[in-house]
């Protein structure tokens, strides 16, 4: 296995009709030295369930999800400290 070059983050809350896309553009990168790091901040719809079905797909996609609200700021920060990658990249939950 390679080492993580590169940790793309995707903090996210309540974007279920846009966090598929987000996800598959992180992952059609050319570079595979990644990690996706999806961080949910106590989404109400089916956000967490659609990131779930691709982690089954793809080991390199990291989800946690947060015991309460923290807000967007404190989402972030809560991936970068899970992030292995020597660089961290912000991918926002609606890119695509």
């Known amino acids: 296995m390679q080492p993580i070059i590169v940790s793309i983050l995707i903090p ?16 059609a990168q ?3 030295s990644i990690e996706i790091i999806v961080v949910d ?4 719809d089916n956000t ?3 990131v779930e079905e691709f982690k089954k797909l ?7 999800q947060n015991q309460q609200n923290l807000g967007y ?4 920060e809560k991936g970068c400290a899970a992030a292995k990658g020597e ?3 912000l991918c926002d939950q609606d890119d695509a």
């Open 41 to 44: 901040d106590c989404s109400t």
């Open 73 to 76: 700021i404190k989402n972030f």
């Open 12 to 27: 996210t809350y309540n974007q279920q009709q846009y966090i598929s896309k987000a996800v598959e553009s992180a992952l």
């Open 58 to 64: 793809d080991s390199r996609i990291v989800v946690l």
């Open 48 to 50: 967490i369930s659609i």
């Open 87 to 89: 660089f961290i990249a």
């Open 30 to 32: 050319t570079y595979h």
